[in-house]
């Protein structure tokens, strides 16, 4: 936690994160498939790229076929993705219904609009942004958007310049800043959903995710966790037992060696099951909470990017559903 995050506000937050476990903003239980099973859903980032480097992505509409194939249930898109797709003359309307022809949900949509920063004229950017992006999503017929900390990670990340990325200090500053991103999604159908991202000097930790969303007054926050960024910020995963199914928009799965919390990195990511993370003792905690939403899957490792995208998308959902036990 950030040293100057009071005692009286990370309790209110934790308070306000048990108080979560009833509250109605996360889809816990989709209509797509039974009652008590995890629906799984394949992030893009985990066979976007057809060259083992970041640049070279491939488009949408093959990463659909890709998970449909695959035997996912839902596919978690990139807000870039989209993009491209709209640049080069295509249809959000269609898109929606080819990802629904395909047997696919779309959970959630990875975006990076700078909605937390401290400076109000880039606040009022990220808003825009956002409200596009939102669009975007509903568009194809998702329901939530990623809010990861960009813009205040403290320069850690590669997305951020190091001289205007400044780490959020006031958790509750922040939670105000995250009710008006939900106010804006309310009005368009999509939920932002606070992602933790373990690299970064603000929201790293499980604990400053749940604070923000708690405090934000609103039924509808909700928290992003991941394995990789939970160990990489530092959190233990036992504080997921905090948590109840309302409070998680969805849920990454990935795995990761054995490595070192510094010097780990979104690279080193590995299959479930392949690495040293407690994933069995993971999905026991989402059951045991009651969670039934979406579980998804999400790689940046280069030498998958090398394979047949199809064989590394069946591979990690064989893999996941073995850990959960599915």
């Known amino acids: 936690m950030n040293e100057d995050l009071t005692r009286r506000a990370w309790l209110a937050g934790v308070a306000g994160g048990l108080a979560m476990t009833t509250a109605s903003g996360a889809e816990t239980k989709p209509a797509d498939r039974p009652p008590g099973t995890f629906g799984f859903c394949l992030n893009t980032s985990t066979v976007r790229h057809n060259d083992g480097q970041w640049g070279k992505s491939r488009p949408i509409t093959e990463l659909i076929d890709i998970a449909s194939k695959a035997g996912y249930q839902?596919?978690?898109?990139?807000?870039?993705?989209?993009?491209a797709y709209v640049k080069d003359g295509g249809s959000l309307k269609d898109l929606g219904k080819r990802i629904a022809d395909a047997g696919l949900?779309?959970?959630?949509?990875?975006?990076?609009?700078?909605?937390?920063?401290e400076d109000d004229g880039r606040r009022k950017k990220g808003l825009e942004q956002a409200k596009r992006d939102m669009d975007t999503v509903a568009q194809?017929?998702?329901?939530?958007?990623?809010?990861?900390?960009?813009?205040?990670?403290?320069?850690?990340?590669?997305?951020?310049d190091p001289k205007f990325s400044q780490?959020?200090?006031?958790?509750?500053?922040?939670?105000?800043?995250y009710r008006a991103l939900l106010e804006l999604g309310k009005s368009m159908g999509v939920t932002p959903v606070v992602e933790v991202w373990g690299f970064s000097k603000t929201l790293k930790r499980l604990g400053e995710v749940?604070?923000?969303?708690?405090?934000?007054?609103?039924?509808?926050?909700?928290?992003?966790?991941?394995?990789y960024h939970l160990y990489k910020g530092g959190s233990d995963f036992a504080g997921l037992h905090l948590l109840g199914p309302a409070a998680i928009g969805i849920f990454h799965v990935n795995d990761y060696p054995k490595i070192d919390r510094e010097k780990?990195?979104?690279?080193?990511?590995?299959?479930?099951?392949?690495?040293?993370?407690?994933?069995?003792?993971?999905?026991?905690?989402?059951?045991?909470?009651?969670?039934?939403?979406?579980?998804s899957l999400e790689l940046f490792n280069r030498e998958y990017w090398k394979q047949d995208p199809l064989l590394v998308a069946k591979t990690g959902l064989e893999k996941m559903k073995a850990v959960a036990g599915a």
Not at 75 to 83: K, V
Not at 105 to 117: S, T
């Open 74 to 83: 839902a596919i978690e898109p990139w807000i870039s993705e989209l993009d």
């Open 210 to 227: 749940v604070l923000v969303a708690a405090e934000c007054g609103s039924p509808e926050g909700c928290v992003l966790p991941d394995v």
């Open 105 to 117: 949900k779309v959970p959630d949509a990875i975006g990076f609009a700078e909605w937390i920063v």
């Open 167 to 177: 780490p959020i200090v006031d958790l509750l500053a922040a939670a105000d800043r």
């Open 140 to 160: 194809v017929g998702g329901t939530r958007l990623a809010a990861p900390p960009v813009g205040a990670t403290g320069g850690t990340s590669r997305r951020d």
């Open 264 to 295: 780990i990195v979104d690279a080193d990511r590995v299959y479930p099951g392949d690495g040293v993370a407690p994933l069995k003792e993971v999905f026991a905690t989402l059951k045991a909470m009651g969670y039934r939403g979406y579980v």
